[in-house]
């Protein structure tokens, strides 16, 4: 049995992976804006300290780091997905991004637990749809196979309105 034998079980692993990895990214500006909107509610902030830690640290980081490895071990099996198209060198530029979009929650984690933050509810609303918008573009990208600038600008397009709606909103602290 050669190691191609196991390609799809690898495949599963890195699906797996990156649905955990999203989990967090879509969950963990959430919990900073409950941290941010309660500050007052110092019992509350400490109970969301630990949910925003082991939601980083226990999923999150583990996901990402099995995400990328699968991936890369996928691309080291079949190095043809890298010929063609450029749609899989679009994937892997989103992927660096929201890699760096991850990293970044954990700088604002660390704010936050130490209590040296400036960031709002609000911004952190906004920032939850970073990983909606790079997770339609990779998305469209692997089920089309295709890198296409048309969906890729319309995709930021309609994410930037977005975000910038969610900015405008009254805070809820206000």
Known sequence: MSIMDYYLWIVVFHIMA???????????????????????KLEFVEVIKIQEYKMYKYIGLPAMWGAVLSGLWMLYLRPDLLEGDIWMYAKISVVLVLMAYSFSLEHYRVQLERGDYSKSGNFFRAYNEVPTVLALLIVGYVITKTF???????????????????????PKDA
């Not at 990895?21 to 309660?38: D, G, I, S």
């Open 18 to 40: 990156v649905m955990s990895w999203m989990a967090m990214l879509f969950y963990q500006p959430r919990l900073y804006v409950y941290h941010t909107e309660n500050k007052s």
């Open 148 to 170: 296409s600038i048309i969906f890729t600008l319309i995709t930021l397009a309609i994410g930037a309105f977005v975000i910038y709606r969610v900015m405008k909103q009254i």
